[in-house]
């Protein structure tokens, strides 16, 4: 379950491999995309919820996309082995958020109730309109989306107790 105690926050993912050498795109998380190539190092996902150190060899920007390069991988063969693979950061790489702000993570798979107490569902992701970023929840097989303000919509974010409380109602 993620919360924010766990060590790691996911900023991104390994796409295709990219060119002969070793290369692979990028798929960032982060507010500003190419900011991923900033953390040092990278976690990747291993089997059993593992992850794995990764140093990057380098990157940047490539058309409107990132590719990037680790150390000790060296061919389009290397790199496919990697696709799919979820990068993570250390959370103590991140600055230390002000009281009730929370980063995106950190909210996903918390139980959102209303404030009748019913349960709606957990959130699956988040996502930026522009004008305010939209809880998606996830309910059996249905999803529905839910504006995240704070003081509006949102009326309180209890990460002990893994909840989101709305004022809102499910048609």
């Known amino acids: 379950m993620k919360n924010a105690n766990t060590p790691y ?71 496919r082995l990697l696709t799919g693979k979820t990068i993570a950061i250390a959370r103590s790489q991140l600055p230390v958020l002000k009281k009730d702000e929370f980063y995106w993570s950190d909210l996903e798979g918390l139980t959102v109730v209303n404030k009748e107490g019913q349960t709606l569902g957990t959130v699956s992701y988040l996502i930026e309109t522009g004008a305010n970023d939209v809880l998606i929840i996830k309910n059996g097989d249905k999803e529905h989306a839910i504006p995240y303000l704070p003081g509006k919509v949102v009326v309180n974010v209890d990460l002990e107790k893994q909840q989101i409380t709305v004022d809102w109602e499910l048609i």
Do not use: C, M
């Open 9 to 79: 926050i996911i900023v991104g993912k390994i796409g295709a491999p990219y060119g002969v050498r070793g290369w692979f795109k990028v798929h960032s998380y982060t507010e500003f995309g190419a900011s991923i190539l900033e953390y040092r190092p990278w976690y990747l996902s291993q089997a059993n919820d593992q992850w794995s150190s990764a140093q990057i060899e380098n990157g940047k920007i490539h058309g409107n996309g990132i590719i990037a390069k680790l150390v000790g991988i060296n061919s389009p063969e290397e790199a």
